[in-house]
């Protein structure tokens, strides 16, 4: 791969290796513009893969299987000639759960994908599922995509091309998706209309709510993990925390100096990560609203009355590895970035012209990264966790800072389990 500029305090990170690549079919005719590959997903039990291609195509692959073909067939691949597409064969129970490669044209260009289970991701919050017009087992897979339009389609992932639902509300592009963690298959979309919107997918689609708040383009959105709050961000210097119980708005987090355009929690809910075009990832105690770790991408950062002139430096995507050790960050200086939550400087480096994407696989042990249609892979940083992130991981998925500051301990053990500035 070509070179890529490192500051002088990145010298001697190591590169992250490539695991693989998804090369998305050209032909001579294709045209560069609408190729772009804004979003790619992975199932949350780890099934399959999805991103967009651009021009209307979502491809989803079985996610083991491609693996396995970049170990046997080396790094690259070409998206169209991985396996044979077969749809999900429903009469026969012993190839009901074997996942098939699809393509689904969905009509328009996608800027948005998200799974969605009705298994929960953490058991301790189970909900009843009571389907309505469909009438589905517990362990349904469904994918969104959302259109340039401004419709979402919601499709069954197990054939690939059953089109289930096609939710038509909102006015404008519907630039993310995310659905709740806890398996009630509520989804919420985030548009350029300046809303967010709150479907249950379980009740036919039905939109339950509308989250007005923002005053220019919604960017991005993401659950907590219990899926109690929800983060928001867009074409403003405000990072939005909703209370999704209430549907009411908890706070708003205020310090990045241009627009916020990514936003993910930690797997224990205890911190949240943000990408703007300030050519920063701020890491935040979402529960008291201040920032405790600050990730730059330029050196020195700029100025306020600059952040938005770097323009070569702008933060496109960030996400949080399922070890709560890691976040990746994925910026316009052709680089993806590898951190820890405690380090100032990254722990490895990739190269990558025009990426716009990035998340971890289910099992945090590679990062996808999205670009021009094609998907690269890499693999993680892999470090055993000290006992006091361990100990901090398993008490903070369930009570908050607040809770813990007023737990009757003593104040070191209080320090122990918190994530100090």
């Not at 289970?117 to 589905?136: A, G």
């Not at 480096?349 to 990062?367: H, I, W």
């Amino acid at each position: 791969m070509a070179s890529f500029p490192l500051s002088v305090n990145e010298k001697l990170i190591a590169r992250s290796r490539t695991v693989g690549e998804l090369l998305a079919p050209t032909s001579p005719f294709d045209k560069k513009c609408g190729r772009e590959n804004w979003t790619v997903a992975f199932a949350p039990d780890g099934s399959y893969f999805a991103w967009s291609q651009g021009h209307r195509i979502v491809k989803l692959v079985p996610w083991s299987q491609c693996l396995n073909n970049f170990l046997l067939h080396g790094t690259k691949n070409v998206a169209n000639s991985t396996s044979t597409r077969l749809p999900r064969q429903n009469s026969d129970s012993g190839q009901k759960n074997k996942p098939y490669e699809h393509i689904i044209d969905c009509g328009d260009i996608v800027w948005s994908l998200a799974f969605g289970s009705s298994v929960p991701e953490k058991q301790s919050r189970c909900v009843n599922i009571e389907w309505h017009r469909f009438k589905f087992g517990q362990d349904q897979l469904l994918l969104a995509t959302g259109l340039n339009n401004g419709r979402i389609k919601i499709w069954d992932v197990y054939t690939g091309r059953k089109l289930l639902l096609n939710l038509m509300d909102h006015t404008e592009v519907v630039r993310d998706l995310t659905f709740a963690p806890d398996g009630s298959l509520i989804l919420v979309s985030a548009s350029r209309d300046k809303t967010l919107r709150v479907w249950d997918l379980k009740d036919d689609g039905n939109m339950m709510k509308v989250l007005r708040g923002h005053q220019n383009w919604v960017y991005g959105c993401a659950f907590s993990p219990d899926s109690s709050i929800l983060c928001s961000v867009g074409a403003s210097k405000a990072v939005f925390l909703w209370d999704m119980d209430k549907y009411s708005m908890i706070r708003k987090l205020e310090g990045h100096h241009n627009d916020v355009v990514a936003c993910e929690f930690s797997p224990d809910g205890a911190l949240l990560a943000t990408a703007s075009y300030d050519t920063r990832v701020y890491v935040w105690d979402p529960h008291i609203g201040v920032i405790l770790m600050e990730f730059g991408h330029l050196f020195p950062p700029p100025t306020p009355i600059f952040a938005g002139g770097a323009n070569d430096r702008w933060v496109r995507s960030v996400s949080f590895s399922h070890d709560g050790l890691h976040i990746a960050s994925l910026a316009d200086d052709k680089m993806v970035r590898f951190w820890r939550i405690d380090e100032e400087y990254p722990v490895q480096v990739a190269p990558l012209n025009n990426g716009l994407c990035c998340t971890f696989s289910t099992d945090g042990s590679v990062l996808a990264a999205g670009q021009d249609g094609s998907v690269y892979f890499w693999a993680t940083p892999r470090q055993v966790s000290s006992l006091q992130h361990l100990c901090r991981m398993a008490i903070r998925r369930v009570m908050p800072t607040s809770l813990v500051k007023n737990l009757p301990i003593p104040s070191k053990v209080v320090e122990f389990l918190c994530y100090q500035i």
